[in-house]
């Protein structure tokens, strides 16, 4: 099925009677197999509106994310929260959509500071599970008419609606970029070097370590952007902040600044290597304890220690490793998937609000059913 | 505005209840006695006022699900409480409710600098949790003028912002973690101190969903390390319109300040009056703040100058010191104050989209002769949210309703034009039947969905938020026994 309208689109979920697997370019195959009738989002494609002096943009579910970075940059701007490209991951091919971003949250490195996805996120139109058209929010930057349910849909894994629509600030892009880089550190105290850049006035928009980075050894990064000059001072800033830990360079190539964090954010490390990958969502400064539990895994850091990336052997227990936070089966096979869970089991309290609300918005039970577990 | 009539048979189990409660919390965490409730009477929209049939002051979490529980077996509605400073009457109570008040939960519970987040108990003020981190070198961000007395509860309750909100947003994007506690009693546990809660975003739906989905009791908040210094420059134009456009450029040439606050004529006026703050003989004003070193605050400075150059000010006055800059904000922070001095006012909070702004502006000029009464407008102009001041006489029969529906207007343009009816103060009982202008049945329906799976008896804060008419037969169940 491939609807070309939200009206379109909203009878063929109040005319569905199985399951449907909903599907925007196919590229974040994340949560667990379904079966069912694809639904794809393609024909609700285009830019509605862009208006850079307020730094807004209105654009069809369905179209491309590829096409609305273009048109942002041509203005100067971009996607603030830095959305990552998982094709490389989780070996899917395809085009990525902003409905599918929404739908999954994807949030890259700068979520540490700037915020996530969903921070970014202004209006909602989409179609619930019995096929009623909703819309919350609107276009403007500050809305608290009624109750947040941009939010609820984002991250929602298209379990509650199919989006139609969704509107979003966008940010200028920086003048000049600034990355700090230290070979060899520990991973206790690449996270202690991270929190204590995150936690000066110098605006670091990206803090990461690799435990393997391209040349095999650790590497630690963090990233300033901004004006030319405010730039060069906060790194030098940064580096007599951080000389103690570790002898950080400064790296302004714009082009190698780019790729580096383009690597960071769509977790290139474990690009076509053997192995479960997990996405950890954990309390920063007790990331390296928690990877330091797993037996044989690799652990790309982000988030400044928030979010770990790990590469581990089949069947590693990751979640039992964990003092908090919850962990993410991201790449797996399906029957792993399916006996696992992707998405960690909520404790009960919260299980019975979730499923209240997926009775409510999706009474047939038909959209993405048992994806998010 | 109409608030349901009290039910008789809940009026009538004053006495029990007010017995059950007391052995819950001790004869101290009860108030019944009229004079006393009149305490509770309002929210900071004092036009409309009613005492609640008992107020209760508990210490903990533990309590404050002793006290839902009580109520809900009892089917008695609850009203939760921070500081009482809601511009939209959210914390009004009803004859037959209890107020639920946070105010006694101020404690700090951890603060952890590593990992920059906070957690407190929620009746703790905006202004304090800055005030527990900022010897070591950290912030909260979200800063609303009313920071001095507002509760973390009400801030996230409200989902309230402030004047730097464009750069650091507002209280949902900097909430971490919450303790919640459901109408039938039961505790919930969301986020933390890690970056996303796990599951569907519940917290992005209880924030600002206005004390109607549970009582929130503690908060992780993420601090933020403070900047180096900050510098407002004041800019001053003899049009609405051009203005508007400097706003839009600024913001367009890739500059973020932390600030872009607009005030009209009228309102520069009563300022001046008010504070002598020095403020230009013009038509609008914008103060426009940067932050950083001295040398990045030059530099920012210097960029946001040469736009306004190009829109022909009538004056461009940079902060040489702290003194300048302090005299720059003082008309600006005093603005309320100033309204207040002159008349009897109503804030309205709708936002615009930035570039409606001269078109919404000229229009609200033209209904204030229609209406005869005066507006002046203040405002966040970075995001669009607008807070004309509606000046009307409480003694004077009638002009209430006048101004309301005056303010209804407005509303209704900002929603015209793009906008919506509130960008940080919320719904309350204050726009509550104004929801249909921005809302079809299914959305509002969506909603209140939502409110149905927390609350399925409809007994938190229920006459709020939704049309009375929408939310009639669901404010009507009786409570599972
Ligand atoms: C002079 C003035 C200036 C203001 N400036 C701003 C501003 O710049 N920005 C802004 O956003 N707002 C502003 N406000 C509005 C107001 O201060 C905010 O809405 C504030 O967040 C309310 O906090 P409070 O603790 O006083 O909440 P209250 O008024 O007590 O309650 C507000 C709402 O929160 C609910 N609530 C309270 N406690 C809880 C709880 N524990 N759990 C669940 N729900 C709860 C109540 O039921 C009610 O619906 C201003 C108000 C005044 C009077």
Redesign the interface.
């Known amino acids: 099925m491939r609807p070309d309208s939200e009206a379109e689109l909203a009878e063929m979920i109040a005319a569905a009677e199985a399951p449907l697997r909903i599907g925007g370019g196919g590229t974040r195959d994340v949560g667990r197999a379904i079966a069912g009738d694809m639904l794809e989002t393609g024909g609700l494609s285009g830019i509605r509106l862009y208006?850079?002096?307020?730094?807004?943009m209105v654009a069809g579910a369905g179209t491309p994310l590829a096409e609305i970075e273009a048109a942002l940059a041509a203005?100067?701007?971009r996607l603030a929260f830095e959305p990552g490209d998982w094709r490389g991951l989780l070996g899917t091919e395809g085009e990525s959509t902003i409905g599918g971003v929404v739908a999954a949250?994807v949030?890259g490195p700068r979520?540490?500071t700037a915020?996530?996805c969903?921070?970014f996120m202004l209006g909602v139109r989409f179609v619930?599970g019995a096929g009623?058209?909703?819309?919350?929010g609107?276009?403007?930057?500050?809305?608290?008419?009624?109750?947040?349910?941009?939010?609820?849909m984002?991250?929602?894994w298209g379990t509650?609606g199919v989006l139609s629509e969704v509107s979003f600030k966008v940010?200028?892009?920086a003048?000049a970029r600034g990355v700090l880089l230290c070979e060899g550190l520990s991973d206790v105290q690449a996270v202690?070097a991270l929190?204590r850049a995150?936690?000066?006035?110098w605006e670091v928009s990206g803090a990461a370590h690799l435990q393997r980075g391209l040349d095999g050894a650790p590497v630690t990064m963090i990233r300033v952007e901004g004006?030319a000059?405010?730039v060069a001072?906060r790194c030098g800033e940064l580096q007599k902040l951080l000389a103690d830990i570790g002898d950080f360079t400064v790296e302004r190539d714009p082009e190698r600044t780019a790729a580096g964090w383009r690597y960071i954010r769509d977790v290139a490390p474990f690009h076509g290597r053997a192995g479960e990958v997990w996405r950890l969502?954990?309390?920063?400064?007790q990331a390296p304890e928690i990877v330091a539990r797993l037996d044989g895994a690799e652990a790309v850091y982000d988030?400044g220690g928030?979010?770990v990336w790990v590469l581990v052997p089949d069947g590693t227990p990751v979640r039992a490793a964990l003092t908090?936070?919850?962990a993410t089966l991201f790449r797996a096979s399906a029957a792993r998937r399916a006996e696992a869970g992707v998405?960690?089991p909520?404790?009960a309290?919260?299980?019975a609000?979730?499923a209240?609300?997926r009775a409510?918005?999706d009474p047939k039970g038909i959209l993405n059913p048992g994806l998010?577990g | 505005m109409d608030m349901p009539p009290p039910r008789p048979e809940r009026l009538a189990l004053k006495t029990e209840l007010v017995a059950r409660l007391t052995e819950a919390l001790g004869p101290t965490g009860v108030i019944h006695q009229l004079a006393e409730l009149r305490a509770y009477e309002c929210d900071a929209l004092s036009a409309y006022r009613c005492p609640p049939m008992a107020a209760v002051l508990p210490r903990d979490t533990a309590e404050v699900a002793a006290v839902l529980r009580i109520c809900h077996r009892m089917s008695v509605p609850v009203v939760p409480r921070g500081a009482g400073t809601s511009l939209a009457g959210g914390a009004l109570p009803t004859a037959d409710c209890v107020i639920l008040g946070v105010a006694r939960m101020n404690a700090v519970l951890e603060t952890d600098f590593a990992n920059r987040v906070i957690r407190v108990q929620t009746g703790r003020t905006n202004l304090s949790v800055t005030g527990a981190v900022e010897e070591d070198g950290f912030f909260y961000a979200p800063d609303p003028s009313s920071q001095l007395a507002c509760a973390i509860a009400g801030n996230i309750a409200m989902n309230s912002g402030g004047a730097h909100c464009l750069k650091y947003g507002v209280t949902t994007n900097n909430l971490l973690g919450v303790t919640m506690v459901l109408m039938d009693g039961s505790v919930v546990e969301i986020g933390g101190a890690h970056m996303d809660a796990g599951g569907l975003d519940l917290l992005g739906v209880i924030c600002g969903s206005e004390g109607q989905l549970g009582v929130v009791t503690e908060a992780s908040l993420r601090i933020l390390p403070k900047p180096e210094g900050a510098r407002p420059v004041l800019m001053a134009f003899d049009s609405n319109a051009v203005a508007g456009a400097c706003v839009s450029d600024i913001i367009k040439a890739g500059i973020l300040p932390v600030a872009i606050e607009f005030m009209d004529r009228p309102c520069i006026r009563a300022c001046e009056d008010f504070a002598q703050a020095g403020y230009p003989d013009c038509e609008a004003l914008l103060i426009v703040e940067v932050e950083g070193s001295e040398a990045e605050i030059d530099d920012q400075l210097t960029r946001i100058k040469a736009i306004a150059r190009r829109h022909d000010p009538l004056e461009l006055r940079e902060a040489r010191d702290a003194d300048e800059a302090g005299r720059i904000w003082l008309g600006r922070k005093s603005a309320f104050g100033a309204m207040g001095q002159i008349n009897d006012y109503m804030c309205l909070d709708g936002t615009i989209p930035v570039s409606a702004l001269p078109q919404v502006l000229q229009r609200i000029g033209e209904m204030s002769r229609d209406y005869g009464l005066e507006v002046a407008n203040v405002f966040h102009a970075g995001d669009g949210n607008m807070h004309p001041l509606i000046l009307y006489d409480a003694n004077k029969p009638g002009d209430l309703e006048l101004c309301e529906r005056f303010g209804a207007d407005i509303l209704k343009l900002c929603v015209e034009v793009g906008g919506c009816l509130t960008g940080e103060h919320g719904v309350g009982i204050e726009k509550r039947d104004l929801m249909w202008h921005q809302y079809e049945a299914a959305d509002l329906e969506a909603q209140m969905a939502v409110k149905d799976v927390f609350d399925p008896a409809w007994l938190l804060n229920p006459a709020k938020v939704f049309p009375l008419d929408a939310s009639e037969a669901r404010r009507g169940r009786p409570a599972a026994a």
């Open positions: 208006e850079p002096g307020a730094l807004t203005e100067g701007q949250n949030s979520r540490v915020g996530a969903r921070d619930d009623r058209i909703v819309k919350n609107g276009r403007v930057m500050k809305n608290v008419t009624g109750y947040d349910l941009v939010k609820l984002s991250g929602s509650l940010l200028p892009e003048e202690s929190s995150l936690g000066a006035p004006l000059d405010s001072y969502s954990v309390t920063p400064s988030w928030g979010l908090g936070g919850h998405f960690q909520q404790p309290p919260l299980a609000l979730e209240g609300l409510k918005f998010m």
